[in-house]
Structures are given as C-alpha cells and as structure tokens.
C-alpha cells in the first residue's frame, strides 16, 4: 500500500510525503517507508524494518534514516511485561526503556518510559478500547505535563473526531473520508480549528 501526505500549512516546497507500506502473507507490516516527492523525484528519509519471529511476535525492529542504521529496538517478554530496548548504530543502549501491557486482544494498554539506571517511571500512556479494537480513549502523564483524548470511530472503524484536553484548553480535530468500492478510504482530510491541516491519499493494490 502507497499513501501520500500532504501538508499545506507546512511553509517549505517539499509539501509531499510519500510512504510506502509492506506487509507479508500474514497481513504483519514489515516495512515503512518514507519518501519526500520533489518534481517526481522520490528521495528516501527514513525507513523502518519490523521484525517477527516464528509465532508472529515482534522482537525486533531497525530505524533507519536515508539508508543508514540509526536505532535498533530489541523486545523482550519479562515476567508478562514486553521491554523495549534502544540502540544505537554502534550498538550502545540509549534513551530510555520502555515497558508495554497488552490485552487479551492484543491491543496496547499501557505504556511506560523507565529511567536507563534505577528504571524509575518518567512518564506513562493508558489507552482504552471498544469492542471493535478502536482506541477511544488516551491518557499522558510525564515530562511534558498531563493530557488525555477522546476518539470518535465511524461505520468503518476510522477516526472521525479527536479531543485533546491540557492545561493549556481543549483542540479539536476532525477526519473526512472518501472510500473504494472495498470501503477502504482512499482519501483523509484532517480538519483542525476549521482548517485543513493534512490531505492524506492512499493507492492500494488489490489482486
């Protein structure tokens, strides 16, 4: 799957963003791509590999930028807590690990950043699910202060409204969808304050 990113209220010419999606046989993404378009020119900027092993779990998952290796993140399953692991190109562990819960439909419920040395909590994320899987709800809580969200879904399990909620007030998205006759959408227009913020197409390859 190709989908393309247009953002209008970004004051430079490369206004284009291209991306390019893999998936294997299973329906896992393996691969994003990040292209900016120029005269029809595509110019990589960064790529991402998610790697899975024999039971469809995801251990591993290397960060490039153009086509070099920038981070390599390493998961691992610790007394029913999956840890994340950053390093660098030169192997070094950096930032700060973090900890992930699931539930038992494997959607991601909470996760948190540790202090490198006495694994310390420096910030936390809650999400809250429906029935159909969707994210409705988020909640931060950490360095850059404390927030939450509420989502809204349509028909078709895509995003139709977000409220965001800080000290600072309350911001407001809006999403408006065309579909293909597969009710996949195959245009996203982000509306923010009334304005269009992203224009996000995607070219799907249906066999």
């Not at 409204?161 to 195959?186: A, H, L, M, Q, V």
């Amino acid at each position: 799957m190709t989908q393309y990113l247009y953002q209008p209220n970004i004051q430079i010419d490369d206004k284009l963003i291209k991306l390019i999606y893999k998936f294997d046989s299973n329906g896992r993404n393996i691969q994003e791509a990040t292209y900016i378009v120029k005269d029809t020119i595509n110019t990589l900027l960064r790529k991402e590999i998610n790697v899975f092993d024999s039971v469809g779990y995801k251990n591993e998952v290397l960060k490039y930028e153009k086509n070099d290796l920038k981070t390599k993140v390493l998961r691992k399953k610790e007394n029913g807590v999956v840890y994340e692991y950053h390093y660098n190109a030169e192997g070094k562990l950096v930032n700060d690990i973090i900890s992930l819960k699931y539930d038992d439909k494997g959607n991601e419920i909470e996760r948190a950043s540790l202090n490198l040395l006495n694994k310390k909590v420096k910030s936390i994320e809650i999400k809250n699910y429906d029935s159909d899987n969707n994210e409705i709800g988020y909640r931060y809580e950490g360095s850059i202060g404390k927030f939450e969200c509420e989502y809204k879904f349509d028909n078709n399990n895509n995003i139709v409204e977000k409220k965001c909620t800080s000290k600072s007030g309350t911001k407001y998205n809006r999403y408006e969808y065309i579909y293909d006759n597969y009710c996949n959408w195959i245009q996203n227009i982000e509306i923010i304050d009334n304005k269009i913020d992203n224009v996000t197409l995607r070219v799907y390859e249906y066999r």
